[in-house]
């Protein structure tokens, strides 16, 4: 592997960040990075020439995370109409190499590489830095769509998992829920997770609470909700503490589901300015309402991801393990 830097991207389906790093993922080059919208772009490559570009970059080596399924040498976005081959990225930036991977796979891997101020707790969690040994964290976090993944240390190793558990079916857990869930199911028939706990999600939510009510929401995005909310809307707030009750819901199934013991970190883009609801709302007592599991789960931590480029970060720490991205 040669000292040359290293071209990193987090693609979503609202935003394409770039930016470099040398082979010491710690050192994410700050000043490296971009950040674009990837309505203004025709493809993956046109946005990574453009940011090449601006930059006056010359780099040979590439690790790109994406908002959608990776399947062999090509991923296609779930929120997005682009469809990208790693293949003909490579060709068209002059890359001797190019890796692919799902969004939340570098999300997970950027665990190990956090520091305390890069998270807040979530409930009474203590903050201690990931260790090795045998330990299995969840990862899920709400942002354009619903990103879910892992990570299992074993034997000293780092192992993410890339998975679409985003797209799993949302469970009711209250006569409201259910409620919500029969007005979404005639848009949609049936209703992931993805529809109710995500920016859509939320615009899905306050239409659903407002059809409840016999009112017409109008049109409206999810910035319009969030702003309503802080200035005092009622049904927008409800609408956002439902919002976070359901991701507990839905992180503490996770944690079930992939023995995520030692602890969930919360990412994505809506995390972050719903993070004082979060604290505040029914996330824990949902995260820990597990029957007979409730007192094990009200041991698992929960962290809030405060870092502003957990992707790239990420990214960077797949791009120093070779043994993850199969370089070695």
Known sequence: MDAAPVLLADIGGTNARFALAGLDPTV???????TYAV???PSLADAAAHYRDETGTHVTRAVMAVAGRVEGDTARLTNHPWVISASRVREALGLESLHLVNDFVAQSMAIRLLQPDDVVPIGASAWTTPSAGARTFAVVGPG??????????????????????GHASFAPGTPEEIA????????????SNERVVSGMGLVNLHRALSEIAGVDPGTLQPVDITARAEAGDRRCQHAISVLCSVFGAIAGD????????DGVFLGGGLTKPLLSALQHSGFRQRF?????????????PTFAIVHPYPGLLGAAALAADPDVIGEG
Request: hydrophobic residues 45%; charged residues 25%.
């Open 254 to 261: 996770l944690v079930l589901t992939l023995g995520a013991w």
């Open 180 to 191: 919500i869930l029969e007005r979404l199911s005639l848009d949609y028939g049936r209703v």
């Open 39 to 41: 309505a203004d772009f």
């Open 28 to 34: 994410l080059d700050r000043d490296s990075i971009r």
């Open 288 to 300: 820990e309402g597990k029957g007979r599991y409730a007192a094990a789960m009200a041991r698992v």
């Open 144 to 165: 354009t769509g619903l990103g879910v993944g892992g990570l299992l240390v074993r034997g000293g190793r780092w192992f993410p998992l890339a998975t679409e558990g």
